[in-house]
């Protein structure tokens, strides 16, 4: 695929995301989906571009459910899983080391499984083990499958008695699609922005802090850039003393502050000063407000702004936004040390 046809399949996908959430929140679940009892904790597997579907459900629940969730990004599972446990894993591929390491874990604590996957070993494995599958379209990155994968795992959630996300989903749905238009228009003018440039995204809310990460790796992996995230208020109690330096990294930084209406009147105030303190060092900024009415819709609304940033950022570079050949060739490299 050249860069051009890269652009245009990634922009597709970016801008399929409200079908695709639609496509999987009305999927009937599969037979054997825990429904409501007095769960302990609730812990969502996965990495990369499948972990976020997993942050962002977190991040909702966090303000409207007294059930812990745990995201794990890792090999091992925490010490809180017990048989109260409802433990998602989240995998697009199937086939990513640190998440078949945590589900295997996770089958010998007793804990009830759900696994989101297009196929690969993990759904394999689920299978032998009577678990229930949600099976995803596959042949697309994992990155662009956000739709289909928080698309499934919220309803999971609201059946086993965790939370209600229809209607958040139904808002979400027609708030993109009747937005990325002028989402897409607004990408172009801040990715140009971004042109050599670092961005800096600051979150000023928990909900948010899952879109300042979005923005981050969609930035690495479709533009191929290094970017930096840092959270409101608690960027106040350290990083804001080292603003500023190097002074020519600085320069060449742009800090994107992204706002909601629940973000705390202090945290708003205090992006406020910061921008104005970090005014002089810094080559400029921006502040983006999310959309919508409920969580989810305003956590996505700037997520998928991020997404067609980073796909407008890789047009202007020339960079195609499909590959992710490092991704890849780590995955060969541990995959060969594996058989060694
Ligand atoms: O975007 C990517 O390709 C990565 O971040 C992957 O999502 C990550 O490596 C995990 O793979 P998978 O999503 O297939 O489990």
Redesign the pocket.
């Known amino acids: 695929m050249d860069t051009a046809a890269g652009y245009a399949a990634m922009l597709e996908l970016v801008m399929g995301l409200p079908e695709q959430l639609a496509e999987a929140g009305t999927r009937c679940l599969p037979a054997g989906i825990p429904g409501r009892r007095g769960w302990s904790t609730v812990v969502v597997v996965?990495?990369?571009?499948?972990?976020i579907s997993g942050d962002i459900a977190r991040s909702l629940m966090l303000d409207s459910c007294a059930v812990p969730v745990i995201s794990c990004r890792d090999y091992d599972i925490p010490a809180a899983v017990t048989k109260r446990t409802l433990l998602v894993a989240?995998?697009?591929?199937?086939?990513?080391e640190?998440?078949l390491s945590a589900y295997r874990q996770a089958v010998g604590t007793g804990c009830r499984r759900v696994v989101v996957?297009?196929g690969?070993e993990?759904a394999r494995l689920a299978r032998a083990e009577h678990d229930p599958v949600i099976a995803v379209p596959s042949g697309i990155?994992?990155?662009?499958?956000l739709g289909y994968?928080l698309g499934s795992l919220l309803p999971v959630l609201e059946h086993a008695g965790l939370g209600e996300f229809r209607g958040q989903l139904d808002e979400a749905v027609g708030l993109l699609a009747a937005r990325r238009d002028a989402w897409r228009r607004r990408a172009v003018t801040l990715a140009a922005r971004l042109v050599d440039r670092l961005p800096l995204v600051l979150s000023t809310s928990r909900l948010l802090d899952c879109a300042a990460d979005r923005w981050r790796?969609q930035l690495n992996?479709n533009a191929k850039v290094i970017c930096h995230t840092s959270r409101l208020p608690e960027h106040n109690h350290n990083e804001v003393v080292g603003m500023g330096r190097p002074a020519e990294l600085a320069q060449r930084t742009v800090i994107i502050g992204l706002l909601e209406r629940e973000t705390h009147p202090r945290t708003s105030l205090r992006l406020r000063h910061v921008l104005a303190i970090a005014r002089d060092g810094y080559e400029q900024a921006v502040r983006l407000r999310a959309e919508g009415r409920s969580p989810l819709a305003r956590v996505l609304s700037l997520s998928m702004l991020g997404d067609l940033v980073s796909v407008e950022l890789a047009r202007l570079t020339g960079v195609d936004p499909m590959p992710?050949r490092r991704?890849d060739k780590l995955?060969r490299r541990l995959a060969r040390a594996r058989r060694e």
């Open positions: 996965g990495m990369g571009g499948s972990a989240l995998s697009y591929s199937g086939n990513t640190e998440t996957t297009s690969g993990l990155p994992p990155r662009a499958a994968l790796c992996e992710v991704i995955k």
